[in-house]
């Protein structure tokens, strides 16, 4: 009798997963962007290979540096370039580096998804439009060389990038196993770095947690079916998990700018360039 209910509960929890309301709260009760998930098809892509970059953070040069030797790598300029959030803030180029994404992104050649520096800097805009005589932070202060247009295309950014060419998803930091995709939370899709078990009426389920100190890095109970490409988490650095690729290396710290090149035939060439400096002190992203 037990097994009977305990089935029959984990039947319903199935359900209600599937059926819950579809999670739309962010950040900073930020509006979120008309389509919060998008999939990238295989025309978007055509025979092109697939660079995924992990945080840049204004790092403009190693951005152009990455690219460059992506291209030699594979000995060809015609990429499909994929960013997993938090191109600015904490950086020096953070103009250039939103320029120069757009401009891809115009040409077809570069997607995005919002990372939580992009959620900060529109926490950040938005104080600007609505109170006056708003003085920005000093890290923020850049904010003013940046058009209505590099606002409103930040703003557009979705939260996911589903890539079935690849079997992958692209998201700033991380997911919850057992959440579809479209249910899962917002917040935690752009903030999370580890899960933690709680135990519910339902039976134990995961729960997202920013903090690294907190639970187990999120990736290691991750099993897929799709590979997870994701950043965020740059001191831990390199994640090369099972079913889950971490990006962030810590350029903007004076570490590294990583991408991994995914070629038609499905292998995998990882590339990185040292960073030309340390350009912020605060190790956490």
């Known amino acids: 009798m037990a097994a009977v209910l305990f089935n029959i509960i984990s039947l319903i929890r199935k359900i209600y997963i599937h059926i819950k309301p579809y999670p739309v709260k962010t950040k900073y009760g930020l509006t979120p962007p008309s389509k919060c998930h998008i999939v990238i098809t295989d025309e978007d892509i055509g025979d092109r290979p697939i660079l995924i970059i992990g945080d840049v953070h204004g790092c403009f040069d190693e951005l152009q540096d990455l690219i460059t030797q992506a291209m030699n790598r594979i000995n060809t300029t015609d990429l499909f370039i994929i960013f997993v959030g938090d191109m600015l803030n904490k950086g020096p180029k953070n103009q250039e580096v939103v320029t120069y994404i757009r401009q891809l992104v115009a040409k077809g050649k570069a997607v995005a998804v919002k990372g939580n520096h992009e959620e900060s800097l529109l926490r950040?805009?938005?104080?600007?439009?609505?109170?006056?005589?708003?003085?920005?932070?000093?890290?923020?202060?850049?904010?003013?060389?940046?058009?209505?247009?590099?606002?409103?295309?930040?703003?557009?950014?979705?939260?996911?990038?589903?890539?079935?060419?690849?079997?992958?998803?692209?998201?700033?930091?991380?997911?919850?196993?057992?959440?579809?995709?479209?249910?899962?939370?917002?917040?935690?899709?752009?903030?999370?770095?580890?899960?933690?078990?709680?135990?519910?009426?339902?039976?134990?389920?995961?729960?997202?947690?920013?903090?690294?100190?907190?639970?187990?890095?999120?990736?290691?109970?991750?099993?897929?079916?799709?590979?997870?490409?994701?950043?965020?988490?740059?001191?831990?650095?390199?994640?090369?998990?099972?079913?889950?690729?971490?990006?962030?290396?810590?350029?903007?710290?004076?570490?590294?700018?990583?991408?991994?090149?995914?070629?038609?035939?499905?292998?995998?060439?990882?590339?990185?360039?040292?960073?030309?400096?340390?350009?912020?002190?605060?190790?956490d992203s």
Request: proline share 6%.
């Open 124 to 283: 950040e805009y938005r104080n600007m439009q609505q109170i006056d005589n708003y003085v920005l932070p000093a890290k923020y202060t850049y904010l003013s060389t940046l058009t209505l247009e590099d606002f409103s295309y930040l703003q557009s950014l979705p939260y996911s990038l589903t890539i079935p060419k690849i079997n992958s998803i692209i998201v700033h930091a991380g997911m919850v196993p057992g959440i579809p995709l479209k249910q899962q939370c917002l917040i935690d899709l752009c903030h999370m770095r580890n899960l933690v078990s709680k135990y519910t009426l339902w039976g134990p389920v995961h729960v997202a947690k920013s903090k690294p100190d907190v639970g187990v890095q999120w990736g290691t109970l991750w099993v897929g079916p799709e590979h997870v490409y994701y950043g965020h988490d740059a001191r831990r650095g390199l994640q090369e998990l099972p079913f889950a690729t971490g990006l962030d290396t810590g350029c903007v710290y004076g570490k590294n700018l990583t991408g991994m090149i995914i070629n038609n035939d499905g292998d995998k060439i990882l590339v990185t360039v040292r960073a030309q400096r340390s350009y912020y002190t605060n190790n």
